[in-house]
């Protein structure tokens, strides 16, 4: 039925719509500061919680502890947001009950196209109970190679070392390569001219290796020269490797690359 001008001013005139209104409003303000609070307060004590645990002996790595971490702090977001919803409908007098049955109803009708979001879903999990890959973790998902900065319900965040931020439905990841589970090998490869003293630049050179874990904490053990790689007419190659610390062969292949440069001039072995 049509509501007249008359009615609708007297409605807005009237002493008990405002009072109601003003209820309405007090309880919002009150939903929306504890849903905040809760969050907030929350997403600390899942912190304490994992500050308290990584004490513990039975304590996880610290990546999967990182990861887990966010997961549940997301999985807290959702929950007290839904639930917040929730009660703001209640606030304005619908029938949330009869709302999530006909949810339900509505769930199993979409249901078939709803399947990739489902996957997502599944597929996070697998991913962080299986510690497949955790936050920090260095790997490579399809063309995305970089830093995981989150695992989430329904999509993973990778961030190149150019800035890109990927981000990537989880149930699309199908194969995963993890740099950071295990010790990484550094290859180096150094030229020099062929007129040098080789065997007396291999002592030199082995001299030099032992000297190397007392200076670089990356290193797992004391690098190994493997000998001459390759020669011809104008440069003699010769290879060295060294074990590190998962992600770190690059920039100690680096620093060992810069200390042997020095070493060769103060040793006047001559570089090509």
Aim: aromatic letters at 10%; glycine letters at 6%.
């Amino acid at each position: 039925m049509d509501l007249t001008f008359k009615e609708i001013v007297g409605y807005f005139l009237n002493e008990n719509t405002w009072i109601e209104l003003g209820k309405i409003s007090i309880k919002l303000l009150f939903i929306l500061v504890i849903t905040a609070i809760v969050v907030k307060l929350g997403k600390k004590i899942i912190e304490r919680i994992f500050l308290v645990r990584q004490k513990s002996p039975l304590s996880y790595s610290e990546r999967r502890q990182n990861t887990l971490l966010k997961l549940l702090q997301n999985i807290l977001t959702y929950v007290v947001y839904f639930s917040a919803i929730l009660a703001i409908l209640s606030t304005f007098h619908i029938n949330v009950a009869g709302l999530l049955a006909g949810a339900g109803i509505v769930g199993l009708a979409v249901g078939f196209g709803a399947q990739s979001l489902v996957k997502d879903v599944i597929t996070g999990f697998f991913i962080v109970f299986e510690d497949q890959f955790a936050v920090g973790d260095q790997v490579q998902i399809g063309t995305a190679n970089g830093i995981v900065q989150e695992i989430g319900l329904r999509t993973t965040k990778v961030k190149s070392y150019t800035g890109e931020l990927h981000i990537i439905p989880n149930g699309s990841i199908l194969v995963v390569i993890n740099y950071s589970v295990y010790n990484s090998l550094a290859l180096i490869d150094i030229s020099v001219v062929p007129g040098n003293d080789i065997p007396s630049m291999e002592k030199n050179i082995e001299e030099f290796l032992k000297e190397l874990p007392n200076k670089y904490e990356e290193l797992v053990k004391t690098p190994s020269y493997l000998g001459v790689q390759s020669f011809d007419a104008s440069e003699i190659v010769v290879r060295f490797t060294a074990e590190t610390m998962p992600t770190k062969q690059n920039s100690v292949a680096r620093k060992i690359r810069r200390d042997l440069i020095e070493f060769f001039e103060q040793k006047g072995i001559k570089i090509s």
